[in-house]
C-alpha cells in the first residue's frame, strides 16, 4: 500500500473556511429552550406560555426589543416596570419593561450556549492544516462575540464578521467581501451554514463552495449546495479531507 503523500493531503485542505455561528458551530435554539423554561417558569406559566415563547422567538431571528416588548404583553409585565412607551410596543424600563427583558434575553438566554457535539475538534483540525477560518454572523455585535466567547470559540478562529458591525447582513455579497478581506475567491473558500438563503445561497452567488448542515431537513431550493451532512462537524471533516 503506497502512503499517502502528505504533500497532496496539504492541498487538499482548502485556505480558507467562512463559517456561520448559530445553528452552525453552535446551539443557539437550545440555550434558549432552556433559558425560556426556566423564565417561564419563574412567571408560573405553563407549556402553552413556553410554546409560545420558543415560537415568538422565531429561531433568533426576531429582534431582542420586540421580542422582549412581546413577552412583556403576553405576561402582563408592563405595568410591572413601567408606564407603557410612546409607541405602545410595551414598558418603557424597570424591572419587569420591556427594556429589563431585553436586558435578559441579550444576557441570560447565552449562559449555556455551546458548540454542537465534534465542531471543536473538527476545527481544530482545519486550523492545524493551516485554512484561515472567520465566522460569518449576522446580529448583534454584543451578542454575537458573547456567543464566541462562552462557546470556547474564539481560539480557533481568525477572525469574526459580524452584521451590526459590518454594516451589512448576509445574504449580501459585500459580508462575503469583506469576510475574505476583499480577496478574489472561487471555489477554493468555503461557507458553511445552515440557512439555505443567508448561508447557502448568499455563498454560492459570489462563486463559493457550500456546505449545507442540514439538522435532517429536507433541501428545498431548485439549486443544490456543494456538500450537505446533518451536522456541521461531519461537513468540516470532510472539507478538511478533501469531501
Not at 410612546?86 to 435578559?104: F, N
Not at 445561497?201 to 429536507?218: C, I, K, M
Request: aromatic letters at 6%.
Amino acid at each position: 500500500m503506497i502512503p499517502a503523500d502528505s504533500t497532496s493531503a496539504a492541498r487538499a485542505v482548502p485556505p480558507r473556511v467562512l463559517l456561520d455561528l448559530d445553528g452552525t458551530l453552535v446551539d443557539r435554539d437550545g440555550a434558549f429552550a432552556r433559558w425560556a423554561e426556566g423564565f417561564v417558569g419563574e412567571l408560573c406559566g405553563g407549556r402553552e406560555d413556553l410554546e409560545w415563547l420558543l415560537a415568538a422567538d422565531a429561531e433568533g431571528y426576531r429582534p431582542r426589543r420586540e421580542l422582549a416588548a412581546m413577552i412583556a404583553e403576553r405576561f402582563g409585565l408592563a405595568s410591572a416596570g413601567g408606564e407603557a412607551s410612546a409607541d405602545g410596543t410595551g414598558a418603557a424600563d424597570g424591572p419587569g419593561g420591556a427594556d429589563a427583558i431585553e436586558r435578559r434575553l441579550l444576557e441570560e438566554s447565552l449562559v449555556g450556549i455551546e458548540c454542537y457535539p465534534g465542531v471543536l475538534p473538527a476545527l481544530g483540525a482545519l486550523r492545524g492544516a493551516g485554512a484561515e477560518l472567520v465566522v460569518v454572523t449576522n446580529g448583534p455585535t454584543a451578542m454575537q462575540r458573547a456567543k464566541v466567547e462562552r462557546a470556547g470559540l474564539r481560539p480557533y478562529l481568525d477572525r469574526v464578521v459580524i452584521s451590526e458591525e459590518a454594516g451589512v447582513a448576509k445574504p449580501d455579497p459585500r459580508i462575503f467581501a469583506i469576510a475574505v478581506n476583499g480577496l478574489a475567491c472561487g471555489e477554493e473558500t468555503w461557507m458553511v451554514g445552515d440557512h439555505a438563503v443567508n448561508d447557502i445561497g448568499g455563498a454560492r452567488g459570489v462563486g463559493l463552495s457550500t456546505a449545507w448542515v442540514s439538522h435532517d431537513r429536507e433541501w428545498t431550493e431548485e439549486w443544490s449546495p456543494t456538500l450537505t451532512a446533518p451536522t456541521a462537524a461531519e461537513l468540516l471533516e470532510r472539507i478538511a479531507g478533501g469531501r
